[in-house]
């Protein structure tokens, strides 16, 4: 639990504060007793909350007029001290310190800080967001989660399904949806793979839904009987697979002659790169004499240095005739291999009958349309299944989740009806939360809707919570407590004190309560403030100096 908090900034008459003292149960930030404001109250609540990992503290009045600043503080675990320092202008950054809060150079992020917190909290639930969990609890201003007609609203613009997520993981029942939702992913993830090979048209797509597999089954008869019937004309004797077989023969055949044709060209092609190679492409020395002998009149100087040219460009021809013989020699290889192949592959089809061109043609033709048509069916049925599948495992969650919501809500409004109880002498109507579905709610303390009873159910609402679940902590600011009738604080406060767990409260008008209730803010007080240099930070923004002529 967090025991300690300081900064060099916290101050009393200009003296720098002595470190701020927590303890289990109750802990009251008190203020002054006419209920006056601007004395730093709010600041420390949200100082509370930045050592467990908020934010808000940085828009706070105390680092806008102070600037920024470092808090050192101290959680306690199994009776071993943990001290930390933050720093406002670096608040991703926290320190590990000492004892004497000295720095050791160990920095944590706030993630690692959060995480850490989790772990020694004994909340380190599936799926549960430490800062999420806290955030929604500590009611302070500033944080803009005071609604108190959506009390499970913990950060601005948080939707009503975040916010019912948030309360499952905390009560650890995520665990019970996360095979469901496992489920609803992966069959999402199927969903979306085969829309996306549809996209690429590496599976047939179907255009026009049930109305266009509806045609291509009536298709698919059609041209059924128009195969069956050419068949009967044609083929008297043969069967569908003999066909089929003639289907295939006549096609490797086609396949074989293409690829004969073309290792014929290749072997033509390596005939004339041996050719060029073996003799050359430019005349020898005993060809240019043999040419001045027929010719005494030519310039054979000019043709030898023409012939030399050719020469060194041959060398170069060579290297490339050369390797280019070498690739069609693969090429050619590769051919013989894919011919011997079909050959292998024709020769197991054996004899199948002589079947005229034209009717194996014909025959191919139908027998493809149907396949096309058969093929588009298929792929409208499978994507059917996946969204069959997938609005399955979606209804499958729900009920999960809906189930789960029951069992929370029961639990919830039995303990506040519980406290709400144990607030009036007489019998009042307690605050109710009824989940309309997965992702709604409604929180409402039936036939009352004043702004009192309306704060006072959002309290009662965390003080169930706390006690329901591994929540570590709550803090309430005076803005909350104010808004509740004298007599139902007085109830609150004896609930406050006696939690085990930590609770964070800033109250004023103290002397406006029962005396019970003063004793007990009196015996829980941790931080006593008030005006005249007495403010969280020693000072007051809220008030004008006068100055006479000799200050000026």
Known sequence: ????????????KGKERPPIRFKKGLNVVLGKEDGENSIGKSSAMLAIDFVFGGNTYLASDGVKHIGDHTIFFTFAFDGKPYYFARNTASPDDIHVCSEGYQLTGDVWTKQEFANWLKEKYHIDFAGLSFRETMSSFFRIYGKENTDERRPLKGLPGESMQKSIDILVKLFDRYKDVEVFNGRLEKQKKKLAAYREARKYRFVPDLVGGKTQYDENVAQIRSLQVELDNLTAEQVEDQKDVDIEKSRIKSQLQASKLRLETEM????RRL??????????????????????EFFPEVNIRKLYEVEKY?????????????????????EIANLQEQIKALRAQISQ???????????????????GRIDALKAQNEAYLTLTDLQDARKKADEMLKRAIEDILADIERSINEKMKEFNDSLFTESRKAPHLHFNEYNSYRFETPDDTGTGSNYKGMVVYD????YLTALPAIAHDSLILKNIGDGAVDGIMKIYAQSRKQVFIAF??????????????ADN????????NCELYGESWNKEVSQNEDEL
């Open 1 to 12: 639990m967090l025991i300690e908090m300081t900064s060099p900034v916290f101050k009393e």
């Open 264 to 267: 014929q060209s290749k072997q």
């Open 271 to 292: 005939s004339l790169l041996n050719m060029s190679l073996e003799y050359g492409l430019y005349p020898t020395e005993a060809d240019l004499s043999a040419l001045q």
């Open 310 to 330: 050719h020469q060194k460009l041959a060398a170069i021809l060579d290297e490339q005739f050369t390797a280019e013989r070498q690739s069609v020699e693969e």
């Open 349 to 367: 089809l054996g004899f199948v009958g002589n079947l005229s061109k034209e009717f194996l043609d014909k025959h191919s033709e139908i027998k």
């Open 463 to 466: 003080l169930a919570v706390l």
């Open 508 to 521: 004023d008008k103290q002397a406006a309560y029962m005396p019970d209730t003063q004793k007990i803010l």
């Open 525 to 532: 007080t941790v931080l006593k403030l008030s005006d005249g």
